[in-house]
C-alpha cells in the first residue's frame, strides 16, 4: 500500500540547475498538489490540478512548473534552481477537490540549493 | 483570504497529562477543518477530520472539536504519551476548496 510516493528524498543542486521533483500515488485521486514548507512559513501551496490535463496556480508558484499528464503523476519542475528554492517539498493527494476529503501526504524532498 | 494560526507554539508536558492544542480561523465559511502530525523528517499524517456539521471527532485518545461562530478548533490529547511527540498543524480550506491553509503547527514533546 505505498500511497503517495516522491523522489527523491533528498537533493542539493547548484543555482541554475534545473530538476524534477516526482510525486506518484496509487489510490485514483483526482486532486494533487505541491507544497513546500519553510521554517516560520509553514507549508504553503504551489501548484495543484484537479485531474488529468487540468493545473493551476497556488500561492507561490513562480518559479516552478508542472504537468498532469496521466492521473497517478503529478511532476515538480524547477527551471533555473535560486537560493531561495530551498525547501522541504510535499506532494499530496485526495479523492476530490481540495478539502473535502482528508489528504495524504508523501514523506517530502528535502532540497538545498548551493 | 482564510488564515490559520495555532497557539501555543510548544508545548512540553510529562507522560499522562491532558493537554489541548488550539487553533483559530479567520475564514468561518469552512466545510471541514483537519488535524496533521508531522514527525521530525517526515511528512504529514491526517489524524482527524471534521465536516462543517459535526462539532466533535474522535480518534482513540485524540478529540478535536470544532466551533465555526468563533472560528476555533481544539486538539484534545487525553493521557498523553512519549509517542505523541510530534507537531500538530491544523489546516482550513480556502474559498475555493482548492487548498489547505495550514497553521505554522504546535510542536509537542511528551517526557517520560
Known amino acids: 500500500n505505498a500511497g503517495v510516493t516522491q523522489t527523491p528524498k533528498f537533493q542539493v543542486l547548484k543555482t541554475g540547475q534545473s530538476m524534477t521533483l516526482q510525486c506518484a500515488q496509487d489510490m485514483n485521486h483526482e486532486y494533487m498538489s505541491w507544497y513546500r514548507q519553510d521554517p516560520g512559513m509553514g507549508l504553503r501551496l504551489i501548484h495543484y490540478s484537479v485531474g488529468a490535463g487540468i493545473t493551476d496556480q497556488g500561492e507561490v508558484p513562480n518559479g516552478y512548473n508542472v504537468s498532469r499528464s496521466t492521473t497517478e503523476d503529478f511532476p515538480l519542475r524547477l527551471l533555473s534552481a535560486a537560493p531561495s528554492q530551498t525547501s522541504v517539498y510535499f506532494c499530496?493527494?485526495?479523492?476530490?477537490?481540495?478539502?473535502?476529503?482528508?489528504?495524504?501526504f508523501g514523506d517530502g524532498t528535502r532540497l538545498s540549493i548551493l | 483570504k482564510q488564515e490559520v494560526t495555532q497557539i501555543p507554539a510548544a508545548l512540553s508536558v510529562p507522560e499522562g497529562e491532558n493537554l489541548v492544542l488550539n487553533c483559530s480561523f479567520t475564514?468561518?465559511?469552512?466545510?471541514?477543518l483537519q488535524w496533521f502530525r508531522q514527525d521530525p523528517g517526515k511528512g504529514l499524517t491526517s489524524l482527524l477530520l471534521?465536516?462543517?456539521?459535526?462539532r466533535e471527532q474522535t480518534s482513540g485518545r485524540l478529540n478535536a472539536s470544532l466551533d465555526k461562530s468563533s472560528g476555533r478548533s481544539t486538539l484534545y490529547i487525553a493521557a498523553s504519551q512519549p509517542g505523541d511527540s510530534a507537531t500538530y498543524l491544523c489546516?482550513?480550506?480556502?474559498?475555493?476548496?482548492?487548498?489547505?491553509?495550514f497553521g505554522k503547527g504546535t510542536t509537542l514533546s511528551v517526557s517520560s
Open positions: 471534521i465536516q462543517s456539521s459535526q
Open positions: 489546516a482550513a480550506p480556502n474559498q475555493a476548496g482548492t487548498a489547505l491553509i
Open positions: 475564514d468561518s465559511a469552512i466545510y471541514n
Open positions: 499530496a493527494s485526495s479523492p476530490l477537490t481540495g478539502g473535502n476529503q482528508p489528504q495524504h
